[in-house]
């Protein structure tokens, strides 16, 4: 009794992979497109398009859809290039869709919209201000920065990952860079100091790795400049679905008014690695 359940069963298996080998064979002489035209196909299609539908057609069309070059190319024709050409993405499809959905995940980060977006946690002296730059910003873009006051002043922003496109999965298997960096400047007639922390968090908002760099002090009568802090986390372990990011500064010296540290174009960047990017 039991060995004819058993060999009915292998002949049911049997038949289905059977029935199911012939489908994959005539779905693939039924979508069999030259190499080439294929390829030219899936560079002019939107690629989560490529992805998530023309990869599950037949075994033809996901070896193209998974294929170094078509990603490669895609690459080359968008105009997203490595950094250093000796070293090459281990892959390239998770390269070309870092790079496209590559931007800056703070809001209002210049300032151009005052305080929109950002919470104030300490607004010491005379608090936070707007002011139009007072030298050039390396990027000409850059007109309006952020002002502190005597005593501190600090501000917050929080970014939930997920609500900005990247999955928990993807961020647990793939864990890609995030890359901080904050522009800071002082009153050539003012001391003053800068102080930065940026915590990536985990789902209940506890802070698992932390970037928060001794406090800069900016003496007086130096030359009006800017200077960047930058950081990048790698190797972060999963759990990571938040990231916050908070800076502020001083007047030292005590002044009325608003002489203390400057601060804008703060950006947060999930992107490729720093060494290929």
Same mark, same amino acid.
């Given at each position: 009794m039991g060995g004819t359940s058993s060999s009915s069963s292998k002949k049911v298996e049997k038949e289905t992979e059977t029935a199911a080998s012939e489908t994959e064979t005539a779905a693939s002489r039924w979508f069999s497109v030259p190499l080439e035209i294929l390829e030219e196909l899936f560079l002019n299609l !939107? !690629?989560?398009? $490529? $992805? &998530? %539908? &023309? *990869?599950l057609v037949c075994r033809q069309w996901k070896e193209v859809a998974d294929s170094e070059?078509?990603? *490669?190319e895609r690459c080359r024709r968008e105009r997203y290039h490595l950094r250093d050409v000796s070293r090459t993405p281990k892959d390239w499809r998770l390269f070309y869709f870092l790079c496209k959905k590559r931007r800056n995940l703070l809001k209002n980060p210049r300032a151009e919209d005052q305080f929109q977006d950002w919470q104030i946690l300490e607004r010491g002296g005379n608090g936070w201000k707007v002011e139009d730059v007072r030298v050039p910003h390396p990027d000409e873009r850059v007109q309006k920065s952020f002002v502190t006051s005597y005593f501190f002043c600090t501000k917050s922003q929080l970014i939930d990952l997920e609500r900005e496109g990247y999955n928990p999965a993807f961020m647990d298997h793939f864990q890609p860079d995030i890359k901080i960096s904050d522009w800071y400047a002082q009153r050539w007639d003012c001391a003053c100091q800068y102080k930065i922390c940026v915590e990536l968090l985990i789902q209940n908002k506890k802070p698992v790795h932390t970037f928060a760099p001794k406090t800069i002090f900016l003496k007086p009568w130096s030359d009006e400049k800017w200077y960047q802090m930058s950081h990048v986390f790698q190797n972060y372990g999963p759990g990571v679905r938040y990231i916050r990011f908070t800076h502020g500064g001083e007047d030292t010296m005590y002044r009325i008014g608003w002489h203390g540290v *400057?601060? %804008?174009?703060s950006c947060v960047e999930i992107c490729p690695s720093v060494e290929t990017y």
């Open positions: !939107p !690629p989560e398009e $490529v $992805v &998530c %539908t &023309c *990869r070059y078509l990603w *490669r *400057r601060l %804008t174009d």
